[in-house]
């Protein structure tokens, strides 16, 4: 055998394990009644905890032995029926597959719901679920909101501690979830937040070689099996892209914002890429890096995921910014980290919290020369070709007149 071909040959199996490893992902992200989440309760007699985006502190989940689900809505695969029943037509899609997800019985294996304070549709919600579904475990996770860090933390342990004794008593345990337990499981996370890490800066160095929807489909499967075996799956990708890299494309880069709650459909996120542009930063599942950096392992285990929230959360509408200037100056500190040449707001029909900030961002953006376009989407949407038009015109006048 000649060194070519076996190069060739090792060049094809990492394909073939990239691939495998592409289609677990999109099994999970395909599987609405959440069957593999279902098997592994089964196997480990184990118990499940659903939790809503934007944030949940799934460390404690975890410490407590039970399986963190995320819940997305249904995206385009879902149709709604009784969900609509239950919501005005001025509101957001997400809460509608939710409940649809709810009310056809796909949510039942799961013995608690946190619904994190993202906006006040996620509060009416998590009422909503509260009478819906009696038997279940329901939290309304108030996120610390306020400019002095030492009043946030204190309010932040608390809610923590109460999630800790709650979920303890939910998974069985004698009393709340313990302090060596939560350490062993922040170390896991960080772990999860490493290899995400490592994920979004090969894709921002190399993003011919990972596809935003493969990383996408990774990340969504990582919502739905235990951080171990994400982070093993994750890995195996890594390796298996950086050893078969695609050939560069002319194509611009972008930041797409604004998606950090409802999820896009799929097919629009391929269908920016196949417009012309790469995308090399996101705030898609923001929740699962939205701590920066490594959470403390020593000491109070509760005080350090608390601080780690207050001081090194990433920037997002669903948290309190006193800082004015740092929030028109958000997208340019992003852009040049990216390496960017744009910023796509894409933002669901309905989201407050994106729309509300985005003519912040946009005239912060733009003041600083960076070009930005804007749409609005729905997980549901089927139907891309303005979205392509609008994405390739925009690479074009990038390529064309750069940020002029």
């Known amino acids: ?13 990492a394909q073939q394990a990239r691939e495998r490893i592409v289609g677990w ?11 593999h989440a279902r098997r592994w309760c089964e196997e480990f007699q184990a118990k499940a905890i659903g939790h809503l985006p934007v944030y949940a502190p799934r460390e404690i989940i975890d410490a407590a032995g039970m399986l963190p689900v995320g819940i997305l809505g249904g995206g385009d695969q879902l149709e709604i029926i009784r969900g609509d029943a239950f919501y005005q037509s001025y509101i957001c899609h997400l809460p ?10 796909r949510l039942d294996f799961l013995s608690g719901v946190l ?21 279940v475990y329901v939290r309304y996770v108030d996120l610390p909101q306020s400019d002095d860090r030492a009043i946030a933390q204190r309010f932040w342990e608390g809610e923590l501690r109460v999630l800790m004794r709650d979920l303890g008593r939910v998974a069985g345990l004698a009393g709340p979830v313990s302090d060596d337990a939560l350490r062993a499981s922040i170390a896991r996370y960080n772990d999860v937040r490493r290899v995400i890490n490592e994920l979004y800066n090969l894709r921002r160095e190399m993003p011919w070689t990972v596809p935003t929807e493969e990383l996408y489909l990774l990340l969504r499967a990582g919502e739905v099996v235990p951080p171990e075996l994400f982070i093993e799956k994750t890995r195996a990708y890594l390796e298996a892209a950086r ?3 695609d050939r560069v494309r002319d194509r611009v ?7 950090f709650c409802e999820q896009p459909p799929l097919g629009l996120l391929k269908t920016i890429e196949r417009a012309g ?7 898609l599942l923001v929740g699962n890096r939205l701590l920066v950096g490594e959470v403390e392992t020593e000491g109070d285990p509760v005080a350090a995921l608390a601080r780690a929230f207050v001081e ?27 390496g960017a040449d744009g910023v796509v707001f894409a933002a669901p029909s309905f989201c407050d919290p994106a729309l509300l900030d985005r003519p912040m961002l946009k005239a912060g953006a733009e003041a600083h020369g960076i070009p930005c376009i804007a749409f609005k989407y729905a997980e549901n949407s089927a139907q891309f070709q303005q979205f392509r038009e609008q994405a390739g015109t925009f690479a074009d006048a990038i390529k064309l007149w750069g940020g002029q």
């Open 1 to 13: 055998m000649t060194e070519q071909t076996g190069q060739t040959e090792q060049a094809q199996q």
């Open 25 to 35: 992902a999109r099994e999970r992200y395909e599987d609405l009644s959440f069957g």
């Open 96 to 105: 509608r597959s939710v409940i649809e997800l709810g009310q056809s019985g």
């Open 115 to 135: 619904f994190p304070s993202t906006c006040d549709v996620i509060r009416n919600l998590s009422g909503m679920w509260q009478v819906l579904h009696p038997e």
């Open 243 to 245: 050893a078969t890299p």
């Open 253 to 259: 880069r972008v930041v797409v914002t604004g998606a």
């Open 277 to 283: 542009c790469y995308i090399v930063d996101d705030d």
């Open 312 to 338: 090194r959360a990433r920037e997002t509408s669903v948290i309190y910014e006193g800082d004015v200037d740092g929030k028109r100056t958000l997208l340019k500190r992003r852009a040049e980290a990216a």
